[in-house]
């Protein structure tokens, strides 16, 4: 898009965006890459695609990794520093004084659910270090069965 669609200077040199040029820029450029023939459907427009998609492998040490991130990361802290100074600052201070009775307990929430789910995970993992421990112990077994058979 052209500088000038976007902003004119006037005679007291301050900057004025004209909405209607510009949309006529973008009209036109439709125009002219035919994009006003091609009729769009919502299937046309990409999407971002799942975190996991299908089967996934049991991995221990993502496992034990993402288990370690999650312990790190369940808190929410809602009142983080307001950085910089000034009218500014001083603005965003008194919005979180006043919203503090709103958003405070939507983050404590938020915080008890993160730590219900942290405490499931970990009790996953616990079942998933205990059937590795079984399968190992199982495959010992069987060794000592397949000797024994052999033995005799």
Known sequence: M????????NTENKSEINVEEIME???????ERGYDKIPLSFED??????????????????????????????NNNWNVPVSGGGLRAKFKKLIRKLTRFIIAP??????????SNVRAIQQLAAYAKMMDEYKLRIE??????K??????
């Not at 820029?25 to 125009?31: H, L």
């Not at 975190?51 to 790190?72: F, P």
């Not at 939507?106 to 730590?115: G, L, S």
């Open 147 to 152: 000797e024994l058979k052999q033995g005799k």
């Open 106 to 115: 939507i983050v404590a929430f938020q915080n008890e659910y993160n730590a």
């Open 25 to 31: 820029q973008i009209r036109t450029n439709i125009r």
């Open 45 to 74: 427009v990409p999407i971002s695609q799942p975190l996991i998609a299908g089967e996934v492998e049991y991995d221990a040490m993502v496992l034990r990794q993402e288990v370690q991130y999650l312990n790190q990361n369940w």
């Open 140 to 145: 010992e077994l069987e060794q000592q069965v």
């Open 2 to 9: 052209d500088e000038k669609c976007v902003t004119e200077m």
